[in-house]
C-alpha cells in the first residue's frame, strides 16, 4: 500500500449539524452544533508551508501528546476537550479564541538567541540578560507573547502593546501569564522525568462563558522545543550544539534541498525513505515524551475509521 493510502492528508465530511470547517497547516477542525471536532490530519509544515507528502502515524503522535499533556495540566487550568473518540481526533467545546498566543521560553534559543544575536537585549518588551550564550537558561522563563495572524506570520508583541490596544482586557491577560507560566513548570518537571529539558513553548487560549480556558495543541514536538538533559551541561560548556528533540531535522533536510519557504524556491519532494524516517521520528519523539510505547492503529481505512468513530461519539 503507498504511503498516501494509509495517511490523512486531508477530510472533507459532513456531519449533522455542521456549520463551519477550518482547515489549520496540520487540524481540520469542524464546528458541530455547540462542539468542535479537531481531526489531526498527516501534513506536516516547515517554515510556513505545508508540504506535499503526509508523514505516516503523525496525526495520531500529535493528537495522543496533546491529550496527553492536557489531561496531565487540569488541575491547573481548565481545557476544551471532552474526549478522544479517536486517535486522530479530539472532541471539545466551542471556545472564543483569545488572539494572543502565549510563548514562553526557559532558553536563549531559536527567535530569541537570533534576536540576542543581532545586537538587541529586548524581546517584546523583556529586557535579556548581557553575557548570555545560546542555548543558556534564564535567570526565570520569560513570556514572549505574539499576535496570532490568520494567515502568514505571527508578530512580536510586549505585553504593554497588548494591554494598551485593549487585545486582551488587563484582569484576563493577567490569569494568562500566570496559567502560563504554571504550565511551563509542570512540562518541565514532566520533561525531567523523561530525561528531558522543556526549552520554550506556546499556549494557545479562549474564553467560554468569560473563563479563561486552554485550547488547541501543548508541549508538542510541533508547539514546542526540547533537549536531550544527559550531556546538556557539557555541550554548553564546550559551546557545542544542544541535541534536539523537534521537528528541526525536517527544516534542516528541507534547507539542504535548498528551500526556505522564501518566493521563488521550490519545494523539494520527500522521497518515500524519508517519509518513514521522518514517521518513525515522530514515534519515537511520542515514546520519549510520553514514556509509553506508541501502538499503531490500522490504517487501511482511516478516513473511514475516523468518520465512523465520530458519528458513534456525538450520538
Known amino acids: 500500500m503507498s504511503i498516501e493510502n494509509q495517511c490523512i492528508l486531508g477530510t472533507d465530511f459532513k456531519f449533522e449539524g455542521q456549520s463551519h470547517i477550518y482547515k489549520g497547516k496540520v487540524r481540520d477542525v469542524y464546528t458541530i452544533n455547540e462542539k468542535l471536532v479537531m481531526v489531526a490530519t498527516d501534513r506536516i509544515s516547515s517554515f510556513d508551508h505545508i508540504l506535499p507528502r503526509p508523514i505516516p502515524y503523525k496525526g495520531q503522535v500529535l493528537n495522543q501528546i496533546a491529550s496527553y499533556f492536557i489531561k496531565n495540566t487540569e488541575d491547573i487550568c481548565p481545557n476544551w476537550i471532552e474526549n478522544v473518540p479517536d486517535p486522530n481526533v479530539a472532541v471539545g467545546k466551542a471556545c472564543d479564541p483569545i488572539r494572543v498566543e502565549m510563548v514562553i521560553r526557559g532558553y536563549l534559543t531559536g527567535h530569541a538567541w537570533r534576536t540576542y544575536k543581532s545586537g538587541l537585549r529586548t524581546l517584546c518588551g523583556v529586557t535579556l540578560p548581557e553575557g548570555m550564550k545560546e542555548h543558556d537558561p534564564f535567570p526565570t522563563p520569560i513570556i514572549t507573547p505574539a499576535t496570532k495572524a490568520e494567515e502568514g506570520h505571527d508578530e512580536d508583541i510586549s505585553r504593554e502593546e497588548i494591554l494598551a490596544q485593549g487585545i486582551v482586557p488587563k484582569n484576563i491577560y493577567i490569569q494568562l501569564e500566570d496559567y502560563t507560566r504554571k504550565i511551563f513548570q509542570r512540562g518541565t518537571e514532566m520533561a525531567a522525568k523523561q530525561g528531558l529539558i522543556l526549552v ?19 508541549h508538542t514536538p510541533d508547539s514546542s522545543r526540547y533537549f536531550y538533559a544527559d550531556g546538556y551541561e557539557e555541550r554548553q560548556a564546550k559551546g557545542e550544539t544542544q541535541k534536539q528533540l523537534s521537528k528541526e531535522f525536517v527544516r534542516e533536510w528541507l534547507m539542504a534541498n535548498n528551500f526556505r519557504g522564501l518566493e521563488g524556491q521550490t519545494m523539494p519532494i520527500m522521497p518515500d525513505e524519508f517519509v518513514w524516517q521522518v514517521s518513525e521520528r515522530y514515534i519515537e519523539l511520542y515514546e520519549i515524551i510520553t514514556g509509553k510505547k506508541f501502538i499503531k492503529h490500522d ?3 482511516i478516513l473511514e475509521r475516523i468518520e465512523s468513530n465520530i458519528k458513534q461519539y456525538l450520538q
Open 299 to 301: 490504517n487501511s481505512n
Open 200 to 218: 520554550d513553548t506556546k499556549y494557545e487560549f479562549g474564553l467560554l462563558n468569560g473563563e479563561v480556558v486552554l485550547i488547541d495543541e501543548i
